[in-house]
């Protein structure tokens, strides 16, 4: 089997073909992180698998994310020390063996306001970085340290330290979560598992009370086909009702839908040399680095629209801006946000009575694996952090009636780009040589795929001109757009964008003028003609203009019916 099996147009058509003939063991339904994590754990273990997305992967919740690999600092308050403990265990994994290549150590500063909160804040942080030295696998990052005021003026020349007592930095880790996700399926993949994208389940296959698999749709191809399987693990997120509701019968979990916003705006607009986090009347703020860029968020609020499509509002907005201009001496405003996104966090609530309202900042995080009928197994709630814990154990409760199947491997399963990684990071200098590519660029490519950079360079090789950066976001190369098609199941416009890059957060323009150049370089690999290549440039511009009419709404209900009006290509 080749260890650099690429997700593209064969290898979705081999997918279903294989889908529709025969039994699998397990078959998961959904390609966010989780369903991916399942597909890639339960493969691992020698099960014959399947996973089907009905849209693109990680086109939900999983690309949406604050994109930290963290314990989670604020957890500590709340005494979940189990979780804590899990999340950072699961964060030196992925950085210190898992995915060195796409997960990296960020510095942040916890501003301190009052003299008090120097040894009660500290005292949480030592907490913190003792419980990842003592868990399973190494910390990975440096350990926390004390700063005072004229140290914190600088470490961060922007932030206004008159009214503070210094802060207190610490090392979290972060991630490109779409990234994240569509590595964990190429592994998945190379392993053996058979996934398809924009194939949508549309009904439960049935013998008795049991499910056998599940009737679906093969959104490209317009054709109908049976999955049969002797368990389906559904990881469908903030969807999971929906699925309840599909199989019938009594709920067994209920998911509420949590909102959350991110800004980015330029590196220069903050002078900073860490992130910094602080708290807020309902959550926390994080100021994250991010490239050439800050993210700012998070907002917590509840979402009763479109769960495909959340949109961020004014008020949303506004709410960052207010928060951290608090700790600025340079107030941001609108025309510095460059990007925006809303993501909807899976949040298990306790069944309650309808017409009862809650908070949803007061839910879990923790994830729960329930059986409502025999042969399907929903999965929901977690962090994107832990989502292998969530996959394994997953993947034990579909299979514990199956005969001596292996545990779990996958904390020794390195994702597919993470070998070689170091040894071409040593060698980056000759790369560049080479190649031809300045040192940075090098760099930038090792970031995102690590070992697996020799097959963008042998594009690069085969077609000089993929070395141009592309127009638009000359961040990227042009390589990389072709790349995404060739190698990381990009069907779409949206998916290069929006997911295997990030120029549609990265970009004044929110990608529009890089839209057609690459909507060209991916024609020929997808086989477009004029009109199709019109059509996915269209749409993307379309989704441009919707998602920014969404920005300027007051209300949820306004900006989820500005942002309804793009609905997806497929």
Not at 14 to 27: F, I, K, N, S
Request: charged fraction near 25%.
């Amino acid at each position: 089997m080749s260890l650099a099996k690429a997700l593209d147009a064969d290898q979705r058509a081999d997918a279903l073909e294989h889908l529709a003939a025969g039994e699998l063991d397990v078959l998961v339904v959904g390609g966010g992180i989780v369903g991916v994590g399942a597909a890639l754990d339960a493969v691992t273990r020698g099960l014959k698998v399947g996973l089907v997305e009905q849209r693109d992967l990680a086109s939900g919740t999983s690309s949406r994310s604050s994109k930290l690999v963290h314990g989670g600092l604020r957890y500590l308050e709340m005494f979940d020390f189990a979780l804590v403990k899990e999340a950072l265990e699961e964060r030196g994994l992925l950085y210190t063996r898992l995915a060195p290549h796409l997960v990296r150590p960020v510095p942040f500063l916890y501003p301190l306001e009052h003299a008090w909160e120097r040894p009660y804040v500290g005292a949480g942080v030592a907490l913190y970085d003792g419980m990842a030295m003592t868990g399973k696998y190494d910390m990975g990052v440096p350990k926390h340290k004390h700063v005072f005021r004229k140290q914190l003026a600088r470490m961060a020349p922007d932030i206004r330290t008159e009214k503070l007592h210094g802060a207190i930095r610490y090392y979290d880790c972060q991630v490109d979560d779409a990234r994240l996700v569509m590595t964990i399926a190429r592994t998945a993949a190379n392993n053996g598992a058979h996934v398809a994208t924009r194939t949508k389940v549309t009904g439960f296959l049935r013998e008795g009370d049991r499910v056998v698999g599940v009737s679906a749709r093969d959104l490209e191809g317009q054709r109908d086909l049976e999955i049969r399987a002797k368990v389906v693990i559904n990881a469908a997120g903030v969807w999971t009702d929906e699925v309840q509701d599909l199989i019938g019968g009594e709920a067994q979990l209920d998911v509420d839908a949590s909102k959350g916003i991110h800004i980015v705006v330029p590196k220069d607009r903050i002078r900073s040399e860490c992130g910094f986090i602080t708290k807020t009347e309902k959550s926390v703020l994080f100021v994250i680095p991010w490239d050439q860029f800050w993210i700012i968020g998070t907002t917590d609020t509840a979402w009763d629209y479109d769960l495909a499509h959340p949109a961020a509002s004014k008020t949303d907005i506004d709410y960052l801006l207010g928060h951290v201009n608090r700790l600025l001496k340079d107030p941001l405003d609108h025309r510095d946000v460059i990007g925006v996104w809303a993501g909807l966090r899976p949040l298990l609530k306790p069944m309650r009575k309808e017409g009862e309202m809650g908070e949803t900042t007061k839910l879990s995080r923790e994830h729960t694996v329930a059986n409502p009928v025999p042969g399907l197994v929903l999965v929901a709630g977690g962090k994107l952090t832990t989502y292998r814990v969530m996959a394994r154990d997953a993947v034990d409760h579909a299979i514990r009636d199956f005969d001596a199947t292996p545990a779990s491997i996958t904390d020794r399963v390195p994702l597919m780009g993470a070998w070689g990684f170091e040894a071409r990071t040593n060698q980056r200098v000759a790369l560049s040589r080479s190649s031809g590519l300045d040192i940075g660029v090098v760099d930038h490519l090792l970031g995102r795929y690590g070992g697996l950079v020799d097959e963008v360079l042998a594009l690069i090789d085969a077609r000089p001109d993929l070395g141009e950066p592309l127009e638009g976001a000359e961040h990227y190369l042009r390589a990389e757009v072709l790349y995404a098609v060739t190698h990381e199941g990009a069907r779409h416009l949206d998916d290069v964008l929006a997911r295997r890059t990030r120029v549609s957060i990265e970009t004044f323009d929110r990608g529009i003028t890089a839209a057609r150049p690459a909507a060209e370089l991916m024609a020929g690999a997808l086989g477009w003609s004029d009109a199709q290549l019109e059509d996915e440039v269209d749409h993307y511009l379309r989704r441009v203009e919707a998602e920014r009419q969404s920005q300027l709404m007051p209300t949820d209900q306004e900006a989820d019916e500005a942002r309804v009006k793009a609905p997806d290509i497929v």
